[in-house]
């Protein structure tokens, strides 16, 4: 079992930067592909970025690409994503996720455990 818990979220203006952490619990995190997703009022739960269990590989969707920055330090169970950029279209609240086989990915059936989320709000 591992617990995953994000923080970092907030109010941010239009054009800043935010640094979301998912800290997880157990010996495992190391072997785990880890993802992060996003959700706004109203819409369904859309992939965001994701990074190998290496750090080897990462994954974004087109919109976020050349803005956020996945990251993961083994060694402190976490993994970072760095928006940056912002624009209101990326308030939502985001959720990390783990994935047992290691690999990237974007679908969302492909995650086995999710933290509770952390809220971003972006204003213009």
């Known amino acids: 079992q591992v617990q995953l818990v994000e923080s970092g979220g907030g109010l941010v203006q239009a054009g800043g930067s935010v640094r979301l952490s998912c800290a997880a619990s157990?010996?495992?995190?190391?072997?785990?592909?880890m993802g992060w997703f996003r959700q706004a009022p109203g819409k369904e739960r859309e992939f965001v970025a994701s990074?190998?269990?290496?750090?080897?590989?990462?994954l974004y969707t087109n919109s976020v690409k050349g803005r956020f920055t996945i990251s993961r330090d083994n060694a402190k169970n976490t993994v970072y994503l760095q928006m940056n950029s912002l624009k209101p279209e990326d308030t939502a609240v985001y959720y990390c996720?783990?994935?047992?086989?290691?690999?990237?990915?974007?679908?969302?059936?492909?995650?086995?455990?999710w933290g509770q989320g952390t809220q971003v709000t972006v204003s213009s």
């Open positions: 996720a783990a994935e047992k086989l290691g690999l990237a990915s974007r679908h969302r059936s492909d995650y086995d455990y």
């Open positions: 157990g010996r495992t995190f190391s072997t785990y592909a």
């Open positions: 990074i190998s269990w290496s750090g080897s590989s990462t």
